[in-house]
């Protein structure tokens, strides 16, 4: 690999994971991002040049440049790279590379889930003294990072396939959870063409790879068939989990507590553990059921992993609370799909008597008009919801498809009060905070700017009397 490497946009989760992981192993790293944030200064902290603003004066004339999907091609670093004939890789690119070089490789993909999986294998590693190099999209709790290089057994990377880029990864294990229509600005088939480039992704695998698939999820069922069918995938096999089913692993008798939820784990139908997690909804039962079979195929000592389970709280922007005033607390969750909004919203029933106030930012046009019935249908059990102006993520807007024309018909669809707030986070918070009583429960969803919300009702709740 080469020594030096500049990236574009350096303070993105992602983005600045694969920069820890280069300066951790001793490489020369610069980059460059709009604003200065805590991932730019965690990068810095370890040796990183970072400029704040593109400018292609940042650009050293002998590296290679990482970027992601968002940067455009009118970037003026981009440009400047471009002049000078410098590699130009998407971080996908720098992550297969990276892979390559670690001996046990195991990845968490699907549509939903890939964050919580991929931090709580590298969690309970980690408490167990194991030593995992990972990369995963947000920051792993206590441990207080996103990414590590030991050059230990295990590497451990979350797996996006937004962008088709899936494809250049070749773990010895991978783990999908689920797959279900989504992107679909770049996947114009929807799930159809979702499956074709899973298809060729496993087609990749390690020699003897193992795929562990979700077989309570229609989608993965679907994969599993048509790789059965045509014996794809070289030495690769199937290995399958569910809630209750005939599966090589299997969880049951799940009990959801106030402050923990247990269930057993069984191996082909040979009980292993009674599991004890501390995250909320039976999402999070498929996500650590995942983590812990992925392990046990992967041959670690779970005697050694089995009780860090519990101590895992949960990655940043998943069900977090984020503030409390008043007797109203308040939850922040990146939730941006039907199926995660449901997920997230069935971890409020644990709530009893209280008010349950959904905020709804949508994120990208072009997802709210291809799932926009399965919007319509994410916010059952819940007591208002409010919904923000979309946040575009760089699209252009689409006629007819906007937060106004979603509450219009949310309302007549729907028996729960629904109403659109316009303006910045700041006008959106003071416009809630109008109306919040003691013991409401306010839940912030989305990926964009909706996570400031939290701060800006704590905000108003020390400057209004």
Not at 46 to 74: M, Q, W
Not at 434 to 458: C, F, M, Q, R
Request: proline content about 2%; hydrophobic content about 35%.
């Amino acid at each position: 690999m080469n020594k030096k490497y500049h990236f574009i946009a350096i303070g993105g989760v992602g983005m600045s994971g694969l920069a820890k992981y280069l300066l951790q192993n001793g490489y020369e790293v610069s980059g460059s991002d709009i604003n200065d944030s805590k991932y730019v200064k965690s990068v810095r902290d370890l040796g990183a040049k970072v400029y704040i603003g593109h400018n292609e004066d940042n650009l050293p004339d002998d590296c290679i440049v990482v970027a992601s999907t968002a940067i455009r091609e009118f970037n003026p670093e981009i440009q400047k790279a471009k002049r000078l004939g410098l590699p130009i890789w998407h971080r996908s690119d720098l992550l297969a590379e990276i892979s390559r070089g670690e001996e046990y490789f195991i990845g968490y993909s699907g549509t939903h889930g890939k964050t919580t999986t991929s931090g709580l294998c590298s969690y309970v590693l980690e408490k167990a003294g194991l030593k995992p190099s990972y990369v995963v999209g947000g920051i792993v709790p206590e441990i207080n990072t996103n990414a590590n290089c030991t050059h230990a057994k295990y590497f451990i990377a979350e797996l996006d396939e937004s962008d088709g880029t899936i494809v250049k990864y070749s773990p010895n294990l991978v783990v999908v959870n689920n797959l279900e229509p989504d992107h679909l600005d770049f996947y114009k088939n929807g799930l159809e063409s979702i499956l074709e480039t899973f298809e060729t992704f496993i087609s990749n695998m390690r020699e003897n790879g193992i795929i562990l698939a979700n077989m309570d999820n229609e989608g993965v069922k679907r994969l599993v068939k048509y790789f059965s069918v045509h014996e794809l995938a070289h030495n690769a096999k199937f290995l399958t989990f569910s809630i209750g089913g005939n599966t090589d692993y299997s969880a049951k008798n799940i009990n959801y507590g106030q402050d923990y939820t247990t269930f057993d784990i069984y191996y082909k139908d040979e009980f292993q553990i009674n599991l004890k997690i501390s995250l909320k909804g039976v999402h999070n039962v498929y996500n650590s059921l995942a983590v812990w079979a992925s392990l046990h195929i992967a041959k670690v000592d779970m005697n050694l992993v089995n009780s860090y389970f519990a101590g895992f709280t949960g990655m940043g922007r998943r069900f977090q609370k984020v503030g409390e005033f008043n007797g109203i607390s308040v939850y922040d969750d990146y939730a941006h799909h039907p199926t995660e909004i449901k997920a997230t919203l069935s971890c409020s029933k644990s709530f009893k008597d209280k008010r349950i106030i959904a905020v709804f930012q949508p994120h990208r046009y072009s997802r709210l008009q291809n799932l926009w019935n399965e919007f319509m249908e994410a916010f059952d059990g819940i007591d208002e919801l409010i919904v923000t102006d979309v946040y575009a993520a760089s699209e252009d807007e689409i006629v007819g498809v906007n937060a106004h024309a979603f509450v219009n018909e949310f309302k007549e669809k729907s028996d729960i009060p629904c109403k659109h707030i316009t303006g910045s986070m700041t006008q959106v918070a003071q416009e809630i905070y109008k109306d919040l009583k003691p013991n409401d429960i306010v839940i912030g969803l989305g990926a964009g700017t909706i996570t400031k919300l939290g701060s800006e009702l704590l905000n108003l709740s020390t400057t209004k009397v």
